[in-house]
């Protein structure tokens, strides 16, 4: 069964920094391009970044050089830094595998709440 556990959200002011975490299991995660998605109440879900099973990254342009995304395969873990926080950077924040993701079970997980605010 594929399962996606995010972590490493929370309440942070303007100009902050958090440090999302995934854990990813019931798939063989090394072989797998992985993504970070975002979602606010009344909007889609928003892809944030993506990373390649060769660790190619690609970024939305609104978080291009303010988040980094990365994976350590031998820990099936995939993370997020995000620097210079803004409030717009604001939502729930999910991983997953692309491919999943527009499957037919997109197994999505609980996500993590970021809340930018002063």
């Known amino acids: 069964q594929v399962k996606f556990v995010e972590s490493g959200g929370g309440l942070v002011q303007p100009g902050g920094s958090l440090r999302l975490s995934c854990a990813a299991s019931?798939?063989?995660?090394?072989?797998?391009?992985m993504a970070w998605y975002r979602q606010v109440p009344g909007k889609q879900r928003e892809l944030v970044a993506t990373?390649?099973?060769?660790?190619?990254?690609n970024y939305a342009d609104s978080v291009k050089g303010r988040f980094t995304i990365s994976r350590v395969n031998t820990e099936n873990t995939l993370y997020l830094q995000m620097n210079s926080l803004r409030s717009e950077d604001t939502a729930v924040y999910y991983c997953?595998?692309?491919?999943?993701?527009?499957?037919?079970?997109?197994?999505w997980g609980q996500g993590t709440q970021v809340t930018v605010s002063s």
């Open positions: 997953n595998a692309p491919t999943i993701a527009s499957s037919g079970d997109p197994s």
């Open positions: 019931g798939i063989m995660f090394e072989g797998y391009n």
């Open positions: 990373i390649t099973f060769g660790d190619d990254t």
